[in-house]
C-alpha cells in the first residue's frame, strides 16, 4: 500500500513538472518577447519623432531622438549602436565613436536596430518601467514626451535639485577641481561650498 502511494505521488509530481515546463516561456521565447518589444518601441519612437521634429532622410541619431522626446537623457544612449559606431556617456557627456572603415556615410550616426534595443533597455531601466510587450513598449514612449518630476536625473526625492549635495547624492559625476563641481543630465553646474 505505502509503495503504491509513493509510486503514486511520484506520477503525479512527475505530470506536474512536464505541464509547467511545458508552458514556461523558454529563453528563446524571452528573447523573441523582448525582440519585438523592441521593434514596437523603435517604431513608435521614430514615427512620434517624425510627429515631433520631422522626417530624417537618414534616420534617426541620438541628438535628434534628444530634442523630439523630453523625457530622454543623454545618459540613455550609454552603449547605443549606431550604424557605423557606438555611442558614449562620460564624465556627463554624450559623445559618438566611429567604430567601421571606410567609407563613412551620412547615416553613420543612425541608431542601428541593435541600438533601439539596448536603448529601450536603458530607458526602461531609468524609469523603473518592465517592458513585457507591445503594450508597455508603446507606454514607455509616451512617457518620453513628458518631462514628470522625479523621472530621470533632473530630481531627487520628487525635488529639483539645487545644490551641491543634492547633485552628488543623485548620483551625478563630480569634477575633482577646487572647490568641487557636480554636473547634472540637463547641464546644470552646482558648486560645492567651502
Do not use: H
Not at 518589444?37 to 541628438?63: N, R, Y
Request: glycine share 8%.
Amino acid at each position: 500500500m505505502k509503495k503504491r502511494l509513493i509510486t503514486w505521488g511520484i506520477i503525479v509530481i512527475t505530470m506536474f513538472a512536464v505541464i509547467w515546463l511545458a508552458k514556461s516561456p523558454t529563453s528563446e521565447e524571452n528573447k523573441f518577447n523582448e525582440s519585438n518589444a523592441a521593434k514596437t518601441f523603435q517604431s513608435d519612437l521614430v514615427e512620434t519623432g517624425i510627429e515631433a521634429v520631422g522626417q530624417p532622410i537618414e534616420g534617426f541619431d541620438a541628438f535628434m531622438l534628444l530634442k523630439a522626446f523630453p523625457g530622454l537623457f543623454e545618459s540613455d544612449f550609454a552603449d547605443v549602436k549606431s550604424l557605423e559606431g557606438i555611442y558614449e556617456y562620460k564624465d556627463g557627456e554624450l559623445t559618438y565613436k566611429r567604430t567601421t572603415g571606410q567609407p563613412v556615410t551620412s547615416a553613420e550616426k543612425t541608431i542601428s536596430n541593435e541600438g533601439y534595443e539596448k536603448l529601450l533597455k536603458n530607458v526602461s531601466k531609468r524609469l523603473g518601467m518592465k517592458i513585457e510587450g507591445d503594450k508597455s513598449a508603446k507606454e514607455l514612449v509616451q512617457e518620453l514626451l513628458k518631462k514628470e518630476e522625479g523621472k530621470g536625473g533632473l530630481f531627487l526625492n520628487n525635488s529639483f535639485i539645487t545644490d551641491f549635495e543634492e547633485c552628488m547624492k543623485a548620483g551625478y559625476p563630480v569634477m575633482e577641481s577646487y572647490p568641487r563641481q557636480c554636473k547634472t543630465e540637463d547641464g546644470n553646474s552646482f558648486v560645492e561650498k567651502i
